[in-house]
């Protein structure tokens, strides 16, 4: 497996269409789709970081999307690959007939499918000490054995690593490799929470019905300003998932679930809903912007207004 490809340049609008739900136009979104369009132009690993439900397997799809690479996207959780020996980590190199009790057929691993491709490896931290290095061989030498085989099977394979877990405290805690997270120091991009970016939620529940929609065969209901109120004054703690998860939830049963606000806290339409949003967030921009369910931007943008006003009070 020697041949390798050159990449095709992929448009932007492929990091941003419908299906891939990292939608929004928020600075934390925009930035987030231009880092992973600039790093899926080189060859080196990347590592993704953010909280469960943040969208990582999407960013993954992406950047392997707007690498133009020709093998395909592979994904492999390494939950499933924690033991020492044995058929699980088997799932990542492959083997070769009889190589164990079980073995009874030849078969190519995650390594050797992605090949010419991208290799999602996502709870990278859940790595066992023999999978780190299986993947340390792999970084260095783009080689790799399958179990009860001798001989090196060679691949081109672009790496992404996901986590939510800070991988630098579990070096430190002796439970991953410092030389192994060294090789994912390149490019590390952060997922932002959903909470980071509450104003992107209108753009994104109305694609996220759509989607429902067609995999349940009905027609997408098009959400109530009271609803997107609820949808923005939650904290989402799970992030886009749970949001998937409510509006599931309006589809099936036609209301919103119960645990959300019946109300956004604040609206931005007066200078003292400001001052009280501020004021409960000890003067924390973002945080006040997240209570009124709009962006530090916007957020700023009310503030330039209300000091034009006492201005042009205080000079009549």
């Given at each position: 497996?020697?041949?390798r490809t050159?990449r095709?340049?992929?448009?932007s609008?492929?990091l941003a269409?419908?299906d891939?739900?990292?939608?929004?136009?928020?600075?934390?979104m925009?930035?987030l789709?231009?880092r992973?369009?600039?790093?899926a132009?080189f060859p080196?690993?990347?590592?993704l970081?953010g909280?469960?439900g943040s969208?990582?397997?999407?960013a993954a799809e992406l950047f392997?999307?707007?690498?133009?690479r020709?093998g395909?996207?592979v994904?492999?959780g390494?939950?499933k690959v924690?033991?020492?020996?044995g058929?699980?980590i088997?799932?990542l190199?492959g083997?070769v007939r009889g190589?164990?009790?079980g073995?009874?057929y030849d078969?190519?691993g995650?390594?050797?499918?992605?090949?010419r491709g991208?290799?999602?490896?996502?709870?990278?931290?859940?790595?066992?000490?023999?999978v780190q290095?299986?993947l340390?061989?792999?970084?260095?030498?783009k080689r790799?054995?399958?179990?009860?085989?001798?001989?090196d099977?060679?691949v081109d394979v672009?790496?992404?690593?996901?986590?939510?877990?800070?991988?630098?405290?579990?070096a430190?805690?002796?439970?991953?490799r410092?030389?192994?997270?060294?090789?994912?120091?390149?490019d590390v991009?952060?997922?932002p929470a959903?909470?980071?970016?509450?104003?992107?939620?209108?753009e994104?529940a109305?694609?996220?019905?759509?989607?429902?929609?067609?995999?349940?065969?009905?027609?997408?209901d098009i959400?109530s300003?009271l609803?997107?109120d609820?949808l923005?004054?939650?904290?989402?703690p799970?992030?886009?998932?749970?949001?998937?998860?409510a509006l599931k939830?309006?589809i099936?049963?036609?209301k919103?679930p119960?645990y959300l606000?019946r109300t956004r806290?604040w609206?931005?339409?007066?200078?003292d809903a400001?001052?009280?949003?501020l004021?409960e967030?000890?003067?924390n921009?973002?945080?006040?912007a997240r209570?009124l369910g709009?962006?530090r931007?916007?957020l700023y943008?009310?503030?330039?207004r209300q000091?034009?006003e006492?201005?042009?009070d205080?000079?009549t």
């Amino acid at each position: 497996m020697h041949e390798r490809t050159s990449r095709d340049s992929t448009p932007s609008h492929a990091l941003a269409n419908g299906d891939n739900l990292l939608l929004g136009h928020s600075a934390a979104m925009r930035t987030l789709r231009e880092r992973i369009q600039r790093a899926a132009g080189f060859p080196w690993p990347i590592r993704l970081e953010g909280p469960r439900g943040s969208g990582k397997n999407r960013a993954a799809e992406l950047f392997h999307a707007a690498s133009g690479r020709a093998g395909a996207i592979v994904r492999c959780g390494l939950n499933k690959v924690s033991a020492i020996e044995g058929s699980e980590i088997g799932q990542l190199v492959g083997w070769v007939r009889g190589a164990f009790t079980g073995a009874l057929y030849d078969y190519r691993g995650a390594f050797e499918r992605a090949h010419r491709g991208t290799l999602f490896l996502n709870e990278v931290h859940l790595a066992s000490t023999r999978v780190q290095e299986i993947l340390l061989d792999l970084l260095d030498g783009k080689r790799f054995q399958r179990l009860g085989q001798q001989v090196d099977t060679e691949v081109d394979v672009r790496i992404v690593f996901a986590t939510n877990e800070d991988l630098s405290a579990l070096a430190h805690a002796g439970r991953f490799r410092w030389d192994l997270l060294d090789r994912m120091e390149d490019d590390v991009i952060q997922m932002p929470a959903l909470s980071e970016h509450i104003e992107d939620i209108p753009e994104i529940a109305a694609a996220i019905m759509v989607k429902l929609a067609q995999e349940a065969n009905v027609e997408a209901d098009i959400l109530s300003p009271l609803e997107i109120d609820r949808l923005m004054g939650f904290g989402w703690p799970g992030n886009v998932r749970q949001l998937e998860n409510a509006l599931k939830w309006r589809i099936k049963y036609r209301k919103m679930p119960d645990y959300l606000p019946r109300t956004r806290r604040w609206t931005l339409g007066s200078n003292d809903a400001l001052q009280r949003a501020l004021t409960e967030a000890h003067g924390n921009k973002s945080a006040a912007a997240r209570a009124l369910g709009t962006s530090r931007k916007t957020l700023y943008a009310h503030l330039k207004r209300q000091q034009r006003e006492l201005l042009n009070d205080s000079t009549t």
